[in-house]
Antibody, heavy 120, light 108 residues
């Protein structure tokens, strides 16, 4: 069954870095994009950026450009999102989602979310 | 950045009624790449509609999307109890994605 499985909840101190993983099925990993979206409590989702799993090409939202890096490990079908210089405003649920550029059917599959709390 | 404004913020209706949710963009959405999602507490968003009017796989036909340019609508023809949730619109496809702030659909 196609699915995205994310790493578990994290608690971080201000100034630290965060790395969230997203394991995809083999079919997804060959051709699709993985998008990263975060959602603070009671807020709408916020798009952070994308990575193409085949080429490794990335695109980041301007807001995060200076402190986000998206990578992948093709040997284990896993994508990663690393966010540095954390502040309390980075407390949110972080999601990975699949986007199929050929079909352009928006984000049709989502991970279960990773709760990240930034607190001293 | 395209700002998506959803209205109303909260919609109170009864099961069996028709729901109409609006999403207005600050500028034209390229190729009408506008999606709608449903989100329930503690869950990830679930894709309902993409390309403004195409239903995603497995979505009941009581959900429909319409609109183009800057004005888009999600219609739920006959509400069922499981439809009460928060709905978000999302413009996508050109690496400058944005989401609306959401409409909460609650039971009256």
């Amino acid at each position: 069954q196609e699915q995205l499985v994310q790493s578990g909840a994290e608690v971080k101190k201000p100034g630290a870095s965060l790395k969230v993983s997203c394991k995809a099925s083999a079919d997804t990993f060959t051709s699709d994009d993985i998008e990263w979206v975060r959602q603070a409590t009671g807020q709408g989702p916020e798009w952070m950026g994308w990575m193409n799993l085949n080429s490794g090409n990335t695109g980041y939202a301007q807001k995060f450009q200076d402190r986000v890096i998206m990578t992948r490990d093709t040997s284990i079908s896993t994508a990663y999102m690393e966010l540095s210089s954390l502040t309390s405003e980075d407390t949110a649920v972080y999601y990975c989602a699949r986007y199929r550029p050929v079909i352009r059917n928006a984000f049709d599959m989502w991970g279960q979310g990773t709760m990240v709390t930034v607190s001293s | 950045e395209i700002v998506l404004t959803q209205s109303p913020g909260t919609l109170s209706l009864s099961p069996g009624e028709r729901a109409t949710l609006s999403c207005r963009a600050s500028q034209s959405v390229t190729s009408n790449y506008l999606a709608w999602y449903q989100q329930k507490p503690g869950q990830a968003p679930r894709l309902l509609i993409y390309g403004a009017s195409s239903r995603a796989t497995g979505i009941p036909d009581r959900f429909s999307g319409s609109g183009s340019g800057t004005d888009f609508t999600l219609t739920i023809s006959r509400l069922e109890t499981e439809d009460f949730a928060v709905y978000y619109c999302h413009q996508y496809g050109y690496s400058r994605d944005t989401f609306g702030q959401g409409t909460k659909l609650e039971i009256k």
